[in-house]
């Protein structure tokens, strides 16, 4: 069983920055794919970032230019930079790891 606990979440005006946290309990944590999607409120699940074993990111284009994803495979751990944060940006954000497990999600609310 791998547990994946995200972190990093808050309220925030537009405008500002979060960086996410998801910590992994699984020790090959550098062999799978990490990805990091969102639910806004009434909305569906939707794709937000994707990093690779290799370090190769992919982005939604709404984020695009403002979100960073990065891993750092000695702590079993993903990030997700939010710069630039907007109303559109609220929902709660969850961490994927592989095509398996999912975290249990963090709230990020954009709001003045």
């Known amino acids: 069983q791998v547990q994946l606990v995200e972190s990093g979440g808050g309220l925030v005006q537009p405008g500002g920055s979060l960086k996410l946290t998801c910590a992994a309990s699984r020790s090959n944590f550098g062999a799978y794919p990490m990805y990091w999607y969102r639910q806004p409120p009434g909305k569906q699940r939707e794709w937000v970032a994707s990093?690779?074993?290799?370090?190769?990111?992919h982005y939604a284009d709404s984020v695009k230019g403002r979100f960073t994803i990065s891993r750092d495979n000695a702590k079993n751990t993903v990030y997700l930079q939010m710069n630039s944060l907007k109303p559109d940006d609220t929902a709660v954000y969850y961490c994927?790891?592989?095509?398996?497990?999912w975290g249990q999600g963090t709230q990020v609310t954009v709001s003045s």
């Open positions: 990093i690779t074993p290799t370090n190769s990111m």
């Open positions: 994927r790891m592989g095509t398996t497990w």
